[in-house]
């Protein structure tokens, strides 16, 4: 067993992994929808974009600038059915961040 001194132990100890976020789940679907509010001349409510993730969010790249909550209302079509209904009941992050778009 190997000794170690009591004063470098800690600089002995195995890096810890460095967490990262969470993944995405995969939408099976191949597209992705904008649950929340119209916005005049940027996104209209039930925006369809085909294709991954990314390829989302550089469409709505201009909505999301101005708007940040615009990318929080962009569900996956797997999604979209539950996210639907959730979107209307209050005590949950999409209800609130369609509230603040609305009111804007």
Not at 14 to 37: D, L, M, W
Not at 73 to 97: C, F, H, M, Q, T
Request: glycine share 8%; charged share 25%; proline share 8%.
């Amino acid at each position: 067993m190997k000794k170690t001194d009591p004063l470098n132990a800690a600089a002995e100890l195995p890096e810890q992994p460095v967490k990262t976020q969470a993944k995405r789940p995969v939408n099976h679907s191949g597209f992705y929808c904008y649950i929340g509010p119209n916005l005049a001349g940027l996104i209209q409510h039930g925006t369809i974009f085909r294709g991954s993730w990314d390829d989302a969010l550089k469409a709505a790249a201009a909505a999301i600038e101005k708007y940040p909550l615009v990318k929080s209302l962009i569900v996956s079509g797997d999604a979209l059915p539950a996210e639907r209904l959730k979107i209307k009941k209050p005590g949950n992050a999409l209800y609130e961040n369609y509230k603040k778009l609305a009111g804007k």
